[in-house]
């Protein structure tokens, strides 16, 4: 049985070719697993994937092969109804790979489905270590829960079973810790830019900021004006926001927020 | 002239004992600087902070000695009023570590002023590799520009002259990076625990998050579903933010700015 797993789990399909499915599919890829075909709207994106495997790909859903063993659904969920009632999935498994899509938005498509997802930014052209990627899993029976913790040790030390509503709340948690963080860092980045100053002098503080939190509480780590309630400072610093609106006021929204939260703790 | 300088700008004060303080004056006595004193407004930080280099502290502004060479403030400007009057700086070089105060708000306090800005976020039990910091210098003459330079290139392979303006939106920049960070870090946090899920799962990502734009520009590092415009994944998380009413709000405020921000890229 462990054999039969073992080749049947590792032909492998990719519907979507963005910058998880270009990520993942190559931690698979350098693992025993076959990538057979990659599926996007956009040919150049299926075709530049493919071809990193020597795989097949298609622009249309009905030429997905139905040979696979897994198939990873990797596309915008408000594509899904355009793909994948397409698709002959017969038996096999298919898994999502979002955040915050429930695992039950697979039931009318799928009857063996699953989650695997990746907790990461992703970029095509980035490399990242899979091994130290938290990957959590959700699927609807017993087995495929089995399958797809095999498949997410294969590329990661980190495999947890998690339902819908916590991998939501999670994502919401990344999209502030990761998203939200890397837009400051481009408010920064124009405040700046507008005065002729280099990003650079910026990056050992971005990476300390990101290393004091790996060993304290965010709360331990919290510096600055706000922090302090450094009025005078504050105000100094709207003043200089005149010339970008829409940092000011950001700066003081969050500025507001990070005082009120304090408040409360102290 | 350059024996002179070695010897006379070696015996330092430091006015305030906080985090800089302890992170600065620990730098600088690991080359050979003699930290002489230290005064805070809190006997126990003055005396933690003193203990390390068997200096003197004082709680009184009118015992911080006059025998030192270079004092460093690195007090809340708020304070200063309440200590600089009462010291007798002389013709000692006094300069401030504030990102955001100008030059000229020591002019009432010091013949021989200037800034000493070291870009980093610090605290007082976390080591920092002080060499990586950028460090920006100014001064009310050459002479005090040059003593500054020289200090700082003892600590750090980044030192430079900027004026006050520039600073202050620097440290605006700062705030974004690092403090609006961390703080973004915490909602992240509590959100997570309210579910019981370990911060743990997001340390991967929040590195990743960071090191992404050590080579990237910002605004190419961008992902996450405000950037797609994904709205049902956000209408998802609006919904599920309904148990955190301020998260809530700062999640649609700043899901708009990078929608609205990036429109107008494209």
Redesign the interface.
Known sequence: LDTKFEIMSHRVVFIGAG?LATRLSSALAEKDFKILQVYSRTQLAAKTLAMKFRAKYTVLPADITSRADIYFVAL???AWDDVLPLVDFGDRLVVHC?G?MPLSALAKFAKNRGVFYP?????KN?D?DFR???VFIEANSEKNIDTLVQIGREISD?VSV?DSE?R??????????????????????E??KS?E?S?D????????????????????????????F?E??IE??MK??DAFP??KE??Y??SK??F??HQKKR
């Open positions: 910058n915008a969920d408000s979002s915050s907790l990461q930014t992703f970029s980035r990242v130290e990627i938290p980190s998690l916590k939501l709340l999670m994502h919401i948690a990344a999209v502030f810790s990761c998203n939200f963080v890397n837009f400051f860092y481009s408010v920064a980045f405040i700046l005065n100053i990003f002098v910026l990056k050992p503080l971005i990476m300390e900021t990101a290393r004091k939190v790996q060993e304290m509480h965010p709360l331990q780590a919290q510096t600055g004006p706000a922090f302090r450094d005078n400072i100094k610093h200089a926001l829409e940092s950001m700066y929204f969050i927020s990070i009120e939260h």
